[in-house]
């Protein structure tokens, strides 16, 4: 599966994003498709093995879940899109936040 690029990722985010991850409803299983894209994102073994979430935020529109999944780089993630809607996957990203916002 082909990452979303910035513009496609920014486009699923609308104000104000809300921290859902104990409140949120499950609408698809992203198990299987993060297994399909382990590889290619270089994502840690362990957080596959076990189901890691990190943090799930819903879009201010309702349309959106962004499931952060971490990875062995701090304030970096692996971002599953969950399109609520038609309860599909939209694609991922990967949010580096230290890159983003300057932090190292």
């Known amino acids: ?15 104000p994003m809300v921290n859902v991850t104990s409140a949120s409803d499950e609408v698809i299983d992203i198990w299987p498709y993060v ?9 840690p073994a362990y957080v596959l093995e076990n189901e890691l979430v990190e943090v799930v935020y819903r879009s201010g529109d ?24 038609w309860s599909r996957i939209a694609g991922h990203h990967i949010l580096d936040l230290n890159r983003e916002y300057g932090l190292e």
């Open 35 to 43: 297994t399909c894209i382990a590889t290619e994102v270089e994502l």
């Open 1 to 15: 599966m082909p990452a979303l690029t910035r513009q496609e990722y920014l486009a699923t985010m609308k104000e």
């Open 62 to 85: 309702g349309l959106h879940d962004h499931v952060l999944l971490p990875t062995e780089k701090e304030n970096k993630f692996l971002v599953v899109v969950v399109d609520r809607p």
